[in-house]
């Protein structure tokens, strides 16, 4: 057994007598560390009740802050001269309701003192320097209650709401919006490395997220996730409703589960060892883990301790429900006085315990020992026995440090649940009508509750109601529950390279550079090959790092200038083979069903449509309405023969009159609509590719580019899960589509599009292999990054630098390396 650690009361602070403090952090505020310690709580005007939310995170240096979720202003306190205390020193406002979370954001160059965020119930983020009262700023996008919040490098925070989502933000915007919780994301962590972060939510899982996207979800924790605490780069911590704490790797193995509580555990801190930490929790108690086991469990006079942290120095700061926050040291030149200290264990000792919250076990009156079993020693710190005294039943615990029982308080019992079958409220007839007293000796609050009635949704709705805490859905709910005999009614919960490139003939579809030279990879017959056309040699001299051709002829040209980013015209895919395109069509069409085979007209039609756009003959005249009605039909082949057609569309859309008729109004919703169908994961690699390419190629007009902008978060979000197929055609296209969408942002102020561009290319590099494709997402990130201050610290939170640095010594080709080279240069 660990030998327990004796950790002592060092002092206390109360936030506003009876009011509850439900979390306090430790900040870096350099400007005073070398002479005093600061802590900064939030306080202020009381709403409606004592309820509280509970979060408390670690941070750097010698300061804290605290806040208390039914005030609302936050107040900085200076440690006093005697080194026991802390006093009141400054005060500040911002949200219209009760504020929920808080963190330190570090300093920066533009604010060497650091920032304060406070996140409320009025689904807002406000913003404060440590000098003003008012916020420097308001981050607003949440739709419901943000709750949790963490700050990382380069000013990056990452917040969690009631609305199910976890939102980064920085300089003042909201950069990506992590969806894929059902239920309230309660918790939220940055791990040290750059890009990756952690979400833990009501729906018991936590995510974690790389560059906006889910990479892992965590699952073991049977009720809400709690807190979250980063060990390391690859460890960290969770907590749970289920009284449990996981320790997890982030490769999704659970390493270790550790059990003492017996009630919701709500915060953890870790120690700068890396391996023992604290927890609070609804178990009126503290605990100190140590080499993984419970060394030292502290009980304080409130039921709920919220949140925790640990002092640089190695003092713990707890703030719990009766509105004060504690100082627990280890130092004995810290230790609070011993009048301190009785006044402590003695206003434990009076403290009342109810036995309906399932901490002291199943209590029979004429069982329990007098208190002469007081004289026997205890088996462990922090155990607990019940004493029967007269018609009392008292709660002592064993304390290893002072080797004596330590009375912890009085157990009480009693119910306020109504037991009438049918009772009236409001004029309605309920099931039960649950009387909450919130308020010592204030009114009760009216839960009305039929059995018929999801008991979460009946909690949510009287929080709102009441103006009361988010925090307490699920301890409303369980009592809910548990009060109606668990009668609850409802659902579950639940061969050859691109054209483009410089290489020969590209075969779609193939993951093989020694595919069968000029076989069809679908059919297995014929000779087309989509895209495929001649293919000039580069010419001597610097060659456009996109179309070969002699746009730079001096090499000394491109040492010193940036030829590759920002690149703001699109790139698209221009070669073919009209002939052969024609040929399959009409082999494909010879074989199609009946009820899709294309009249001898139409294949005229659509032949000439080609020829027009293609450019091969002047003479053609420009492509009529009814040809491009007919070349949309015909794109609704079916899947399997559908590719040529899909060509044909590649190539007609870079005309503006094709671009126009089918990008534009309604008519380009459904064109985007039906290519998005055929670049599902699940379809055909030389569909997925030509959809691709057809986008690309929609860049070459006006209305084509409206469409694509407008249709971005769709757009983008369907491509990049066509990263993860074996196919270097479509990594090159879906480059290109990034690469294209970058160049129309570029000098644009929408930072969202741009986040997701930096998420898109930053993702796609981490399967690709193929080094044209490589290089045009290094392109389209630095065309992302290029002229822009914000997206370039997106970039760098997103660890793109040590993402990207492996691509700075490649040689073959060079432009990659030199490509890379730029970009980091721009991320210093």
């Known amino acids: 057994?660990?030998?327990?650690?004796?950790?002592?009361?060092?002092?206390?602070?109360?936030?506003?007598?009876?009011?509850?403090?439900?979390?306090?952090?430790?900040g870096a505020l350099p400007a005073y560390t070398c002479e005093r310690n600061w802590w900064l709580a939030l306080s202020g005007c009381l709403l409606r009740s004592g309820m509280s939310q509970r979060s408390f995170q670690r941070v750097p240096q010698t300061s804290a802050s605290a806040h208390c979720q039914d005030l609302f202003a936050p107040y900085l306190i200076r440690k006093n001269s005697s080194d026991k205390g802390f006093t009141e020193m400054h005060s500040m406002s911002g949200h219209s309701n009760f504020v929920s979370c808080v963190c330190i954001i570090a300093p920066s160059e533009t604010y060497p003192r650091g920032l304060v965020a406070t996140g409320g119930n009025d689904n807002n983020i406000c913003v404060f320097s440590l000098d003003r009262p008012q916020p420097?700023?308001?981050?607003?996008?949440?739709?419901?209650?943000?709750?949790?919040?963490?700050?990382?490098?380069?000013?990056?925070?990452?917040?969690g709401s009631w609305d199910t989502t976890a939102k980064v933000w920085l300089n003042e915007k909201c950069m990506m919006t992590l969806q894929g919780h059902t239920a309230a994301v309660w918790a939220v962590a940055i791990l040290p490395e750059q890009g990756l972060m952690l979400s833990g939510s009501a729906d018991k899982t936590i995510k974690l997220w790389k560059a906006g996207r889910c990479e892992k979800t965590f699952t073991g924790h049977e009720d809400c996730v709690r807190d979250l605490a980063v060990i390391s780069n690859t460890e960290f911590f969770s907590c749970s409703n289920d009284t449990s704490i996981r320790r997890w790797l982030v490769t999704g193995e659970c390493v270790q589960v550790y059990y003492s509580h017996t009630n919701f555990i709500y915060s953890l801190a870790v120690f700068p060892n890396s391996q023992d930490f604290i927890s609070t929790g609804e178990d009126r108690s503290l605990r100190i883990w140590r080499q993984g086991e419970c060394s030292q469990t502290i009980r304080l006079p409130a039921q709920s301790v919220w949140c925790c942290c640990i002092l640089p120095n190695g003092d713990i700061v707890v703030g719990a429900s009766?509105?004060?926050?504690?100082?627990?040291?280890?130092?004995?030149?810290?230790?609070?006085?011993?009048?301190?200290?009785?006044?402590?264990?003695?206003?434990?000792?009076?403290?009342?315990?109810?036995?309906?919250?399932?901490?002291?076990?199943?209590?029979?009156?004429?069982?329990?020992?007098?208190?002469?079993?007081?004289?026997?020693?205890?088996?462990?710190?922090?155990?607990?026995?019940?004493?029967?005294?007269?018609?009392?039943?008292?709660?002592?615990?064993?304390?290893?440090?002072?080797?004596?029982?330590?009375?912890?308080?009085?157990v009480v019992g009693g119910s306020n649940?109504?037991?009438?079958?049918?009772?009236?409220?409001?004029?309605?007839?309920?099931?039960?009508?649950?009387?909450?007293?919130?308020?010592?000796?204030?009114?009760?609050?009216?839960?009305?509750?039929?059995?018929?009635?999801?008991?979460?949704?009946?909690?949510?709705?009287?929080?709102?109601?009441?103006?009361?805490?988010?925090?307490?859905l699920d301890q409303v709910a369980n009592f809910i529950i548990e009060n109606t005999k668990g009668h609850v009614v409802g659902p579950a919960q639940p061969a050859g390279g691109d054209p483009f490139t410089g290489g020969a003939r590209y075969i779609p579809g193939s993951s093989s550079d020694t595919a069968g030279f000029g076989a069809d990879p679908f059919t297995g017959t014929g000779r087309y090959i989509p895209g495929s056309g001649p293919n000039p040699g580069a010419p001597v001299g610097v060659a456009d790092p996109f179309t070969g051709g002699g746009a730079y002829s001096s090499a000394a040209l491109r040492q010193t200038t940036n030829i590759y980013f920002p690149k703001t015209d699109g790139v698209t895919f221009e070669q073919a083979n009209s002939s052969q395109i024609i040929a399959k069509l009409k082999e494909l069409n010879g074989g199609a069903p009946q009820e899709h085979k294309l009249s001898e007209e139409v294949l005229e039609s659509l032949e000439r449509l080609l020829l027009s756009v293609c450019g091969l003959n002047s003479s053609e005249p420009a492509p009529t309405i009814q040809q491009i009605n007919l070349l949309w039909k015909a794109s609704h082949w079916p899947e399997d023969i559908v590719f040529p057609v899909l060509d044909i569309m590649r190539l007609a859309v870079r005309h503006p009159q094709v671009n126009e008729?089918?990008?534009?109004?309604?008519?380009?919703?459904?064109?985007?609509?039906?290519?998005?169908?055929?670049?599902?994961?699940?379809?055909?690699?030389?569909?997925?590719?030509?959809?691709?390419?057809?986008?690309?190629?929609?860049?070459?007009?006006?209305?084509?580019?409206?469409?694509?902008?407008?249709?971005?978060?769709?757009?983008?979000?369907?491509?990049?899960?066509?990263?993860?197929?074996?196919?270097?055609?479509?990594?090159?296209?879906?480059?290109?589509?990034?690469?294209?969408?970058?160049?129309?942002?570029?000098?644009?102020?929408?930072?969202?599009?741009?986040?997701?561009?930096?998420?898109?290319?930053?993702?796609?590099?981490?399967?690709?292999?193929?080094?044209?494709?490589?290089?045009?997402?290094?392109?389209?990130?630095?065309?992302?990054?290029?002229?822009?201050?914000?997206?370039?610290?997106?970039?760098?939170?997103?660890?793109?630098?040590?993402?990207?640095?492996?691509?700075?010594?490649?040689?073959?080709?060079?432009?990659?390396?030199?490509?890379?080279?730029?970009?980091?240069?721009?991320?210093?």
Not at 376 to 405: C, F, M
């Open 136 to 159: 420097l700023f308001t981050l607003k996008g949440h739709k419901n209650t943000v709750c949790t919040l963490s700050s990382g490098k380069f000013g990056t925070l990452l917040s």
């Open 1 to 26: 057994m660990v030998k327990a650690s004796r950790w002592i009361l060092r002092c206390v602070y109360s936030v506003s007598s009876g009011q509850l403090l439900p979390s306090v952090q430790v």
């Open 417 to 472: 649940q109504q037991t009438s079958k049918s009772v009236m409220y409001e004029g309605k007839e309920y099931d039960y009508v649950f009387s909450i007293d919130v308020n010592e000796g204030g009114p009760s609050m009216k839960l009305p509750y039929n059995v018929t009635d999801d008991p979460w949704l009946t909690a949510h709705n009287f929080l709102q109601k009441n103006d009361l805490s988010p925090m307490f």
């Open 661 to 828: 008729s089918l990008c534009g109004d309604a008519e380009g919703v459904q064109l985007c609509n039906h290519l998005l169908n055929l670049m599902r994961p699940e379809g055909r690699p030389a569909n997925q590719m030509l959809a691709l390419r057809t986008l690309c190629n929609c860049f070459s007009g006006r209305h084509g580019r409206a469409l694509l902008m407008a249709q971005r978060e769709t757009v983008l979000s369907r491509a990049a899960d066509l990263a993860t197929v074996c196919n270097k055609n479509i990594h090159i296209a879906l480059a290109t589509l990034v690469l294209n969408y970058a160049g129309c942002l570029h000098l644009q102020p929408d930072l969202e599009a741009k986040a997701q561009c930096l998420s898109v290319a930053s993702r796609a590099l981490e399967t690709v292999q193929d080094k044209e494709a490589v290089f045009r997402l290094l392109v389209a990130l630095g065309t992302t990054v290029a002229s822009d201050q914000t997206a370039q610290d997106l970039a760098r939170s997103l660890g793109v630098s040590s993402q990207i640095s492996k691509y700075s010594s490649v040689s073959d080709p060079s432009k990659v390396g030199e490509c890379c080279q730029l970009l980091l240069k721009e991320l210093q």
């Open 322 to 410: 009766d509105g004060i926050i504690r100082v627990f040291t280890e130092a004995e030149d810290r230790m609070a006085s011993a009048e301190d200290l009785q006044a402590f264990e003695d206003e434990l000792s009076k403290a009342t315990i109810d036995p309906k919250t399932g901490d002291l076990g199943d209590i029979k009156l004429e069982d329990l020992p007098g208190k002469e079993h007081l004289n026997e020693p205890g088996n462990r710190d922090g155990q607990t026995r019940l004493i029967k005294d007269g018609q009392k039943v008292e709660a002592y615990q064993w304390s290893v440090s002072d080797g004596r029982w330590m009375k912890i308080g009085d």
